[in-house]
């Protein structure tokens, strides 16, 4: 089993959807947790980072469950903008070694 | 603030030949990692420095790899001699030692073997 496995996707949704991805983890000793988003050819870029707590940034909310050890991101009102990978990472070890899933391609349709 | 920098940005090569990747971090960032994706697989961790020493490198692919970190600031990976599987995009990254600090990612190397 892999340390962070993401559904590769694609999701494919209209403009103006919610979608939400999960990410499962397979280290419960994890502490951090973070969504990046990629574009094709570019670099990562942080979107956010999530919290025990759950929390939101705009149209995007993170969750963690460390019960059934997953992260979940949702988007509200989708925008073609959101088209890219949505990337999960995480601290799977106590050494700082953040580890990524394999990223869940989002493309939004007019 | 400057970002992290990577240079050259794309690399065309032969087999056999060597290239020298450089990354310049955020300054005072002491955690530096190298990452790589291979066309159509995830982003797979190669390395990570803390300030000039080498934490992790268990991701490395084999001997024909070879990264430094000479007095912590910049970092450079060395490939030589180069083959076919090694094209890819080589991601720098960097973050403070703060605890839940996240990654900041530099532009990426594309390598071309050919």
């Known amino acids: ?110 | 603030e400057a970002g992290v920098t990577q240079f050259p940005s794309h690399s065309v090569i032969e087999k056999g030949q060597t290239v020298t990747l450089r990354c310049d971090p955020i300054s005072g960032h002491d955690n530096l990692y190298w990452y790589r994706r291979v066309m159509g697989k995830e982003i797979k961790f190669l390395l990570h420095f803390v300030k000039e020493s080498k934490q992790d490198e268990s991701g490395m692919p084999n001997n024909r790899f070879l990264a430094e970190r000479t007095g912590g600031t910049y970092s450079t990976l060395k490939v030589q001699p180069a083959e076919l599987e090694d094209s890819g995009v080589y991601f720098c990254a960097s973050r403070s030692l703060l605890q839940y600090s996240p990654l900041h990612f530099g532009n990426g190397t594309r390598l071309t073997v050919t």
């Open chain 1, 1 to 110: 089993r892999k340390e962070v496995e993401q559904d590769p996707g694609p999701f494919n949704v209209p403009e103006g959807a919610t979608v939400a991805f999960n990410c499962t983890y397979s280290n419960s000793a994890s502490q951090s947790f973070f969504w990046y988003r990629q574009d094709c050819r570019k670099e990562p870029k942080l979107l956010m980072s999530v919290y025990s707590s759950g929390n939101e940034d705009g149209r995007f909310t993170a969750q963690l469950n460390r019960a059934s050890q997953y992260i979940s991101l949702l988007i509200r009102d989708s925008k073609l903008s959101d088209s890219a990978t949505y990337l999960c990472v995480v601290n799977a070890n106590a050494g700082n070694m953040l580890t990524f899933g394999g990223g869940t391609r989002l493309m939004v349709k007019p």
